[in-house]
């Protein structure tokens, strides 16, 4: 996708652009993760950010452990978040206090995971209404070809909220697998919007691409039945 882009854009786009003078630059010079040596005194001297990470990640695990959240039995799902847990909980009890106020706190925490949580439970609802009550199952079978253009649409958005929609679509076995391909090809997440602020030309370009080669992988798996 990206050689696509690039082939598209280079005549119109100077290969070296301009430096953002806008763009914050972090006051430490370097982030050594996994220090050797000062996880302990990082757990002595333990930060509020630390603990409630730690602390909620380490419940999480025993919810899952003990089958209290998650799937009610053990399955790829309940492995895979397990792993992943585990994996947050190593990254949380380890690495520096910048990393971890910086990206962790400041950034996923406080700037993502209330996002992520209401989009995920926006789909969730808006699964719930159209099975439970507007019974729209058949509709979403026949209408697979306008559900396929609507979600490459949707995905131009510099936003991956709206593609947890068509990922909680494809749990429920509402639409098929080629229509969550080419929702994931197109869409890009909010990490195009520094392009946006310093290129619309290339952002435009960027996302033309994606659009188009998200509607023709997307139609030719519909076509072979994916």
């Known amino acids: 996708m990206g050689a696509l882009s690039d082939l ?25 993760c996994f220090p050797r ?14 603990g409630i990470l730690a602390a909620s990640l380490f419940l999480l695990i025993l919810g899952l452990l003990t ?8 399955s790829w799902i309940r492995v895979t978040l397990l792993f992943v847990f585990a994996v947050a909980l190593y990254i949380v009890s380890t690495v520096p206090d910048h990393f971890l106020e910086e990206h962790l706190w400041k950034h996923v925490v ?10 995920t439970f926006g789909a969730l609802m ?40 068509f990922v909680t679509l494809y749990l429920q076995g509402a639409i098929p697998f ?6 994931s090809i197109v869409q890009d997440g909010h990490g195009m919007l520094p392009m946006l602020a310093h290129s619309r030309q290339a952002f435009l370009s960027v996302k033309a691409v994606n659009f188009l080669v998200g509607m023709l992988v997307g139609g030719v798996a519909l076509l ?3």
Not at 9 to 23: E, N, Q, S, V
Not at 178 to 183: C, G, N, Q, R, Y
């Open 8 to 32: 598209v854009a280079r005549r119109r786009m100077p290969l070296k652009p301009a430096a953002c003078d806008a763009l914050v630059i972090h006051a430490a010079d370097s982030c050594n």
């Open 224 to 226: 072979i039945g994916w």
């Open 110 to 119: 406080r700037k993502h995971v209330l996002r992520v949580f209401l989009w």
């Open 178 to 183: 080629s229509i969550l391909l080419a929702s």
């Open 37 to 50: 040596g000062q996880i302990l005194r990082q757990w002595m001297e333990c930060s509020a950010a630390r």
């Open 126 to 165: 808006v699964m719930y209404v159209l099975t439970e009550h507007l019974h729209l199952e058949e509709e979403l079978e026949r209408g697979r070809w306008l559900i396929l253009i609507v979600a490459c649409l949707v995905g131009l958005i510099p936003e991956s909220g709206p593609h947890l929609v």
């Open 67 to 74: 089958g209290q959240i998650g799937p009610p039995a053990w």
